[in-house]
């Protein structure tokens, strides 16, 4: 059997009679335009071959990318978790053979047995990694899951010793950017991930699902959100586990995996083409300056009427919507003072609330800050119109929070704890929920549908 990284989390896995794509993303350019591929590739989309079933592990959108499904033949036979948005989607773009698969069960395409396993760490919808056998040798993709030593063992008594496993490697950071937290690499998360590749002691494993960096205005956040690095994975999986055999993968990479041991061909595929690295630019180094926050409108009309929508919003309905939440109530007993600054190209306007007081809405500063939220003028225009969602808003940086909140009652000082998530005004206003999740897919199913047709 063979596996040949794409880039990413993309792999091309093909036994003797059987080809399998696993969470296809065939464009560079991916998640609305805010990542590419790292290291670079080309990816020459003529020499794919017609895979025989496609796995589609989740629907984050560096996995579940709406583009590439659109591009891809839609009799295909496709594998999915049981998620009702990921089925609705594939069925918008016209897939006819959808399989909504279950953990732990075993699913046959010709010479390959399937096998998705669970992750501890689901929201509200379900996500898997997948073991591959082929009769003779197994793979086990990690992607994004988080397991349990009981997980572990289902995978031994499925499979026995693993023959090659894709491995997850590298914790995320863009939330404590964003949310002002500490940009360090999380030892609890970071070890989890080295006593999960002991626990399963595969034969051989390689760095896998983590092969995307910002490009263009949002190359500064690859400083501040990657905290480690395919090689320093392996130098530490070395000490912590010497007796699993490892390499780097990267794209274009191909992995022959035979009963006498692992092989890793390296820049030998003809679909995806290795290009460079630019370490300069992608470097973990959180001290590194950052930029202010930027409206992403170019056209200085539409960044004018932008302007003027937000300003509609804040003096006659932003305060009437927060006094109607039931978290109200908290920004009243913590005597929060609110500051909300809103970026165009060169400059930015505060807006205030004063809530130790019956609150009202003021253009300028107050005297203190207790929670203050930063955002583009064009981003909060979209978040009105429905146009985007807080994935893409807090991942680029256009967001940028953070909170001080006490209070002084009767002689004493009482502090709100700030390891944990105070409500955010705008958060609150325009909330993350099933909604907001579901247009943001939807948008790219109606862009990309029938993109490619005839072409």
């Not at 591009?71 to 594939?90: A, G, S, W």
């Not at 993709?141 to 496993?165: F, M, W």
């Not at 180094?285 to 409108?297: A, F, G, K």
């Amino acid at each position: 059997m063979k596996t040949t990284l794409i880039g990413h989390a993309c792999l091309w896995i093909e036994s003797n009679d059987t080809t399998m794509l696993c969470d296809p993303c065939l464009f560079s350019i991916h998640f609305e335009e805010l990542n590419h591929y790292y290291p670079q590739v080309e990816i020459d989309r003529e020499k794919l071959k017609r895979p025989d079933v496609l796995y589609l592990s989740h629907r984050h959108q560096d996995h579940f990318d709406i583009r590439t499904l659109a591009y891809l033949p839609k009799d295909l036979k496709v594998f999915c978790p049981q998620d009702p948005l990921m089925l609705e989607c594939l069925k918008e773009l016209g897939y006819t053979d959808v399989t909504a698969v279950e953990s732990f069960e075993a699913y046959t395409v010709k010479g390959l047995t399937l096998i998705p396993t669970p992750s501890l760490l689901e929201d509200y919808y379900p996500e898997h990694g997948v073991i591959v056998r082929d009769g003779e040798v197994s793979i086990w993709n990690q992607v994004d899951t988080i397991v349990s030593p009981k997980i572990i063992e289902y995978i031994h008594r499925l499979c026995g010793r693993v023959d090659l496993a894709h491995l997850r490697f590298q914790p995320l950071l863009e939330q404590n950017f964003a949310f002002h937290k500490p940009c360090v690499l999380p030892f609890e998360e970071y070890s989890s991930f080295l006593k999960v590749a002991k626990a399963l002691s595969p034969k051989f494993a390689v760095p896998g699902s983590a092969g995307e960096r910002f490009f263009d205005r949002f190359e500064f956040l690859n400083h501040f959100v990657f905290p480690t690095t395919q090689e320093q994975f392996l130098d530490d999986l070395r000490d912590f586990a010497p007796e699993i055999q490892s390499s780097v993968f990267n794209p274009g990479d191909i992995a022959e995996i035979t009963q006498d041991g692992v092989t890793i061909h390296e820049k030998k595929s003809e679909t995806a083409r290795f290009k460079e690295n630019h370490d300069s630019v992608t470097a973990f180094n959180p001290l590194m300056e950052v930029p202010r926050i930027r409206t992403m409108t170019a056209d200085p009309a539409q960044q004018t009427e932008e302007k003027q929508c937000v300003e509609s919003f804040l003096q006659k309905e932003f305060l009437e919507r927060l006094q109607q939440l039931e978290v109200a109530s908290a920004w009243g007993h913590w005597k929060v003072g609110y500051r909300l600054e809103l970026f165009g190209e060169n400059d930015s306007d505060v807006w205030s609330i004063d809530f130790s007081k019956p609150p009202a809405i003021k253009k300028g500063y107050l005297g203190r800050v207790n929670v203050y939220e930063g955002i583009s003028y064009s981003e909060l225009f979209r978040l009105i119109k429905g146009e985007t969602n807080w994935d893409f808003v807090g991942a680029s940086g256009q967001y940028r929070t953070f909170h001080n909140v006490y209070r002084v009652v009767g002689g004493n000082f009482e502090c709100f704890p700030q390891e944990k998530k105070f409500p955010q005004p705008l958060m609150e206003v325009f909330p993350p929920d099933k909604a907001m999740d579901r247009e943001k897919y939807m948008k790219d199913v109606r862009r990309w549908k029938g993109h490619f047709e005839g072409g």
